[in-house]
C-alpha cells in the first residue's frame, strides 16, 4: 500500500553567483559586471597593470598597439560624456576600434528590444560592450545573452555598481596611502541611489580596510546598508572624526522633488563638506569625489580644489584602469 | 457511468478518511465508500493500489488571461495544465483585458470553459468599475453572472474612503471581498524585498510595511463593515502575525498565500533571476518561517499557486523591467505535498488546505469526496520522482523557478464530476 511520500532530496543550487558570471572556464576575467566576489589578488593585479598604463599616459607617445585590430561598442544607455570619454580614450590608446552608442531607453522599453539591440551589434563581429544603463542588472542580462566570444564591462548599471570606478578610487587611495588596513573611509551623501558607493564598499571590504563609514540621513541609506559590512553615522561630525579618506557623492536634484530630503540648502548645512568639517578627520586625509561635484551641495569649493583634493587625480586614473580593465579581459581571451 | 477505483489510499480531510479503500462513483457523484452500493455494476475500474487519491485541488488564483492576453496563456492550455496537476477547480482573478467588471467578461470565460477539458472555471469579478479603484462595479449584476466574490487585483483603491463603500456594498449583496494587502504608495516603484539582498542588487525594495500598513486599513475596514474578507497572498511574517491576532480577536476573516512564498526567498533573486520576480516580493528567510507556521496553524488556511503564465518576453531584460509572476498551476500539489515531507504540517492538513478549505471560502459543494459529493478528485503515484522541465510542461507559460526541482508524487488520474479529464499516458 501507499507509503508516505519519500523524503525529498536537496534543493537545486541557484543560479551561478554574480562573480562566477564574470569568470571563464579557465577562470580568467571574461566580464567586469561587479566588484563584489572578485579575489583580492585579482583587484591588485588590475591596480599593478594600472600602474604601468598610469606611467605610459603621462608620455609623448600614449598608444599600445595590445588590443589592435579588437572592436569595443560604448553602449550608453544613459547619458554621460565624462565616462564614455574615459572608456573611449582608454580603448583608443589600447589601439581598439570604438563605436559610441548613445540609445535613449525610451527607444528599448521593452526587453525584446534590448536583446535585439545586442543581437544586431553583436552581428558586426564586436569583442567588447562597455555598458550603461539606468536598470540594476542590465550588465548582467546583457553578460548572460552575449555570444560566447563577446565580454561586457559594466559601466553603471542602475544603483547597484560601477566596478570601474570603484577600481580607480581605490587605484588613487593606494596612491596616497600604503596600507588599507589601517584606513579609515567615509563615504558621504547619497548612499541609497549610489552605484558607486556599493562598489567602492565591495572594493574596500575586499582589500580588508581598516573602518568603512557611511554618512547620511536615513532616508539616503538603503535598508540594512550595514549588512555591506558599514558602520553607519546619521551625523557627519562625529563620522568623519580620524578618518583617512572621504569620498563626498553626488546629490541628484530628483532627491528633493521624491521626498527624500527637504532642501539642497539644508542637506548642505548637515552634510556639505566645508573646510571646518575637513579639519575633523586625520591630518593627512584625502578628499575624492566620483563627478562631477555639485558645489555648494554636498562639498564647498575652497574643499573641491583645496590641497586635499584628488578629485582631478581620480579622472586621470580613469583612464589606466580602464585601459588595464579591457586588456585584461580582451588581450589573449579572444583569439583574431 | 458507473466506476470504480480500487485499492486507493483515500486522503479526504474533510471526512477526516486516511485509509485504503474503494470509491464508487455514479454519473457525477461519488456513491460509496468501501462498501459497493446494491446492483453497483461498474463500467471501468481503476486500480489504485499503491496510490493516493485526495479531492481536486481547488486552486484560488489563476491567471488564464482570456480575454484579452491570449498571447500569453488560453483558457485551454492552462486547464490542460490544471487537470495535468490535480486541479479540479479554479478561480481566475479578475484583472483581465478588458477587467472581469461585467457579465459578458464572466460569460466569455465560462463559454471557454465549456469548450475545454473540463476543469471547472470560476471568475471574481472586479470590486470597482474597470478595476480603476475610483467607482463602484456592479456587483449585482457580476454575482448574477457567477462570479464567486469580488476582488480589486493588483489596483490600488482611490481612497480608503471608496474601500469601505466596496466593502459595504459587497457585504449587501453577500459577496466575498479578496484583497491583496499592499499599500501601493509604500510600494512605491520596489521590485523586491526591502532587505540586504536588494541593498546588494540595488534594486528598489518594497518594505514588509507596504503590506502591514494596508493590512491595519483592512482589518479596520473589516470589523467597521462587517464584509466578508479574504486576504490574498500573505508575504510577511509580520502580516501573519496580525491576521492571527485578528482571527484570535474574533474577526471572521480568511486568508491565503502563494505555494512560492513557502520555499523560496529574496535569496533566490540574488543574481538578478527575474523568474523570480513576483508581487508581493519574496521575503526574507524569517519571513519564509512565519508564513510556514501561520499555514501550520491554520491562520492561513490556503495554499494557492498565483498562477501568471507569461511569454517567454516578459521576463526577459533587466530585472525591474520584467513582468511579476510564476507559471505555478503545475507546482502547486507538488510544493504543498513537499510542505507535508518537510514536517510542516501532517499531509492531511497539507491538502485541506487546497482542497476543502479553499472550496469552504469560495462557497462551493467541492473539496471532498463523501459520497453525495462530486466525483472531484486525482490519483497520486507517490512513488513517482520527477522534475519538472519546460519541455514536458503544459501551460504555454514557461516562467517557472521550479525547472529541475526533484518532486516526489505524480498525478495519474484527474477527474471532474466523475470523468476522467487527465490520465497519464506511456512512462
Known sequence: MSEALSSTRAIPAAGPLPSSLQFNEEGRLRHLLTIEGLPQTLITEILDTAESFASMNAQAVKKVPLLRGKTVVNLFFEASTRTRTTFELAAKRLSADVLNMNISTSATTKGESLLDTLRNLEAMYVDMFVVRHESSGAAHFFARHVAPHVSVLNAGDGRHAHPTQALLDMFTIRRHKQDFTRLRVAIVGDILHSRVARSQIHALNILNTGEIRVIAPQSLLPAQVESLGVHVYNDIRQGLKDVDVIIMLRLQRERMESGLLPSEHEFFQLYGLTQERLALAHPDCIVMHPGPANRGVEIDSRVADGPRSVILEQVTYGIAVRMAVMSMIMGGSVTP | ?427
Not at chain 2, 24 to 30: A, D, G, L, M
Not at chain 2, 62 to 76: F, I, M, S, Y
Not at chain 2, 91 to 106: I, M, Q, R, Y
Not at chain 2, 190 to 197: A, I, K, L, N
Open chain 2, 1 to 427: 457511468m458507473r466506476l470504480l477505483i480500487e485499492n486507493a489510499h483515500l486522503l479526504d480531510p474533510a471526512q477526516g478518511i486516511d485509509r485504503v479503500t474503494d470509491i464508487y462513483i455514479q454519473k457525477e457523484n461519488v456513491v460509496a465508500l468501501g462498501e459497493a452500493p446494491r446492483d453497483f455494476e461498474p463500467q471501468r475500474r481503476i486500480d489504485a493500489a499503491g496510490r493516493l487519491v485526495i479531492p481536486g485541488v481547488v486552486d484560488m488564483a489563476a491567471r488564464l488571461r482570456e480575454p484579452g492576453q491570449e498571447h500569453k496563456a488560453t483558457v485551454a492550455s492552462e486547464t490542460r495544465a490544471a487537470a495535468s496537476s490535480g486541479i479540479t477547480t479554479l478561480v481566475c482573478p479578475p484583472d483581465t483585458n478588458p477587467p472581469v467588471d461585467s457579465p459578458a467578461e464572466v460569460e466569455l470565460i465560462t463559454r471557454r470553459a465549456k469548450q475545454a477539458c473540463g476543469v471547472r472555471v470560476h471568475a471574481l469579478g472586479a470590486l470597482s468599475a474597470g478595476l480603476a479603484g475610483e467607482q463602484l462595479s456592479e456587483m449585482a449584476a457580476l454575482k448574477r453572472a457567477g462570479v464567486l466574490g469580488v476582488s480589486q487585483a493588483l489596483k490600488p483603491m482611490a481612497s480608503h474612503l471608496l474601500l469601505r463603500r466596496a466593502m459595504e456594498y459587497a457585504a449587501s449583496h453577500g459577496l466575498t471581498v479578496f484583497l491583496h494587502p499592499i499599500d501601493w504608495s509604500l510600494n512605491a516603484k520596489g521590485c523586491v524585498h526591502e532587505g540586504p539582498v536588494g541593498t546588494r542588487l540595488g534594486l528598489p525594495g518594497i518594505p514588509a510595511a507596504a503590506e502591514t500598513a494596508a493590512l491595519g486599513t483592512i482589518l479596520a475596514l473589516t470589523e467597521q463593515t462587517g464584509a466578508r474578507v479574504h486576504l490574498c497572498r500573505l508575504s510577511t511574517a509580520r502580516g501573519a502575525q496580525m491576521l492571527a491576532r485578528a482571527r484570535h480577536d474574533g474577526l471572521p476573516i480568511s486568508a491565503d498565500v502563494a505555494a512560492h512564498q513557502l520555499f523560496l526567498t529574496d535569496m533566490d533573486v540574488a543574481d538578478f533571476n527575474s523568474l523570480c520576480h513576483v508581487m508581493p516580493p519574496l521575503r526574507s528567510q524569517r519571513d519564509r518561517e512565519g508564513l510556514r507556521q501561520a499555514v501550520a496553524d491554520g491562520a492561513i488556511s490556503v495554499i494557492c499557486s498565483d498562477h501568471q503564465p507569461h511569454e517567454a518576453d516578459a521576463k526577459l531584460a533587466p530585472f525591474a523591467q520584467t513582468l511579476p509572476g510564476i507559471s505555478s498551476l503545475e507546482t502547486l500539489l507538488p510544493l504543498t505535498l513537499r510542505l507535508a515531507e518537510e514536517g510542516v504540517l501532517s499531509r492531511a492538513e497539507a491538502v485541506r488546505r487546497i482542497t476543502a478549505n479553499p472550496a469552504a471560502i469560495l462557497g462551493l459543494p467541492v473539496g471532498t469526496l463523501a459520497p453525495g459529493h462530486r466525483a472531484d478528485l486525482c490519483i497520486i503515484d507517490t512513488e513517482a520522482i520527477y522534475r519538472p522541465e519546460a519541455e514536458s510542461w503544459l501551460s504555454q507559460g514557461r516562467n517557472s523557478p521550479f525547472f529541475g526541482w526533484e518532486f516526489a508524487g505524480r498525478v495519474t488520474h484527474t477527474l471532474v464530476a466523475g470523468r476522467v479529464v487527465f490520465e497519464q499516458t506511456g512512462r
